[in-house]
C-alpha cells in the first residue's frame, strides 16, 4: 500500500500535464473598422508627397486598397496651404502631391478626407539640422583588398562626428553612396568613359552595428541609445566594390538626416518588428495619425562629397 500511493499519485500528475499540453486555447483578437492610411515624409524644399491606403483586417490577404479619390490638404499654422493633387510613380503607384515645398521650422497639419471613413490628421515639422564636421580621409588610410569574384575593394575610414549636437533629441540616420568611373584604354592611354552611382557596404565595430537599423527609407536609422556618454562621432570603413581593370572608385556622398521625433519612432518601431525573436512580444506600430494610422513626419538633410583619388 505505501507503494501504491506514490505511483498513482505520479500517473495522475503525468495524465494532467498531458491534458494541459494538449488543450486549445481560443484568443478573441478585435478586428477594427478600416481606416485611412496616410504615410508622408517631407523635408526643406521640397513638395509633400503622401501615400494614402486603407487598412486591413486581421486575416484580410492580398495588397490594401489605393483609393482613386481623396482630399488630402496640409495647412500651416493653422492657416489652409495646399490641396495635393494625383500623381505616379514610375512604377505606376499612386500618391498626392503638393505644389508648395516645406521649410525648417514650421509646423505642418495634413488632412486626409475619403467618403465613408473618419478624417485622418497629423502635425509634424522639420526638425533644426545638426550637420557633420567636415568628411576627412588620409590617403595613406585607404586599402584595396581583393575579392574572391576576381574584384578589389576599396576600404575606406570614415568618421562621421556631429557638429554641434543638440542637448536632447538626438534623432539621425545615415546613407552611403559612391560614384565609379568606369576607363577605357584609347591609344594606350586611360579614359574616362563614364561614371555611375550606386549604394556604398560598410562595416563597423559590434556596439555600433548593434544600434543601427535598416529602414523602407534609404537610410540606416541610428539608435538614440548610441549617444549615450556624449557619444558624438561614429567611426566606419566604406566598401566599395570594383574591377581594378576597368574602374576606378572617384568619390564617397555622405548623406545625413537629422529627424523630427515623428519619424524616428515610426521607423524604430517597423525596424523593430522585424527584429524581434519568435517568442518575445511584437512591439506596437507607432502611429502619429490621428482617426487614422500611419506616420507624418519631418527631417532635415545635407550630403557631403569626400574625394577618394
Not at 492580398?62 to 483609393?67: M, Q, S
Not at 514650421?106 to 467618403?115: C, H, M, P, S
Not at 568619390?251 to 521607423?267: A, G, K, M, N, P
Not at 527584429?275 to 506596437?284: F, G, I, Q, R, V
Amino acid at each position: 500500500m505505501t507503494r501504491f500511493i506514490p505511483f498513482t499519485a505520479l500517473f495522475f500528475l503525468l495524465a494532467l500535464a498531458q491534458w494541459r499540453c494538449a488543450r486549445e486555447i481560443f484568443i478573441d483578437l478585435p478586428d477594427a473598422p478600416p481606416q485611412i492610411v496616410a504615410v508622408s515624409h517631407f523635408t526643406d524644399g521640397q513638395p509633400f508627397r503622401v501615400e494614402v491606403s486603407i487598412s486591413q483586417g486581421l486575416f484580410d490577404a492580398g495588397e490594401p486598397t489605393i483609393p482613386e479619390v481623396a482630399d488630402v490638404t496640409i495647412s500651416k499654422g493653422g492657416q489652409f496651404l495646399d490641396k495635393l493633387r494625383r500623381a505616379f510613380s514610375e512604377d505606376g503607384k499612386l500618391y498626392w502631391e503638393s505644389r508648395d515645398t516645406a521649410f525648417t521650422g514650421i509646423e505642418y497639419a495634413l488632412a486626409v478626407r475619403i467618403a465613408g471613413y473618419p478624417v485622418a490628421e497629423a502635425g509634424s515639422s522639420i526638425p533644426e539640422h545638426a550637420g557633420l564636421q567636415p568628411l576627412v580621409v588620409n590617403p595613406a588610410d585607404i586599402r584595396i583588398e581583393p575579392l574572391s569574384d576576381g574584384r578589389s575593394a576599396l576600404r575606406a575610414p570614415l568618421v562621421l562626428e556631429v557638429a554641434d549636437m543638440p542637448e536632447s533629441d538626438r534623432f539621425f540616420a545615415f546613407n552611403l553612396r559612391h560614384e565609379t568611373e568606369v576607363i577605357q584604354i584609347v591609344n594606350g592611354q586611360a579614359v574616362v568613359d563614364y561614371s555611375y552611382e550606386s549604394g556604398s557596404f560598410f562595416v563597423a565595430d559590434g556596439r555600433t552595428l548593434s544600434l543601427l537599423h535598416n529602414i523602407p527609407e534609404p537610410v540606416v536609422l541610428i539608435n538614440e541609445k548610441f549617444w549615450s556618454n556624449n557619444r558624438r562621432t561614429i567611426f566606419l570603413d566604406a566598401l566599395i566594390p570594383f574591377d581594378p581593370q576597368t574602374e576606378r572608385p572617384r568619390r564617397i556622398f555622405v548623406e545625413w538626416r537629422t529627424l523630427s521625433e515623428e519619424f524616428y519612432r515610426y521607423h524604430l518601431s517597423l525596424a523593430r518588428q522585424g527584429e524581434n525573436l519568435p517568442l518575445s512580444d511584437p512591439d506596437a506600430i507607432f502611429n502619429n495619425i490621428q482617426g487614422g494610422l500611419g506616420n507624418f513626419s519631418g527631417y532635415a538633410v545635407s550630403v557631403d562629397t569626400l574625394e577618394l583619388l
